[in-house]
């Protein structure tokens, strides 16, 4: 069995999360990997599990928080849902 990085269970089903920059983690559920390995979102500090936004190096959750705090106005699109035109 192998122990998680982040929980500490001793679980028969844990798995291995390899990076690009070659660090590799054990966890025994996606949850706790995410809590290790995903951003958080520099205004409302949810954690970022889906596409996010990234601006000059900082990460939001959503085109609404980089607009609020990233300073780039109207320039960021949350295109989720919109009808191309």
């Known amino acids: 069995m192998a122990v998680c990085d982040v ?6 089903l844990a798995f291995e999360v390899k990076t ?3 660090d590799t ?4 559920s996606f949850e706790c990997a995410m809590e290790k390995l ?10 970022i599990v889906g ?5 000059s190096g900082r990460f939001f959750c959503c085109a609404n928080c980089a607009r609020v705090n990233g300073g780039l106005g109207e320039q960021i699109r ?3 849902g919109a009808h191309p035109s």
Request: aromatic content about 12%; glycine content about 6%; charged content about 25%.
């Open 25 to 28: 983690y054990t966890f025994d």
């Open 20 to 22: 690009i920059t070659g």
């Open 51 to 55: 596409h996010g936004v990234e601006v």
């Open 7 to 12: 929980c500490r269970n001793d679980y028969w």
């Open 78 to 80: 949350d295109a989720v």
């Open 38 to 47: 995903a951003p958080r979102c520099e205004q409302c500090q949810v954690r």
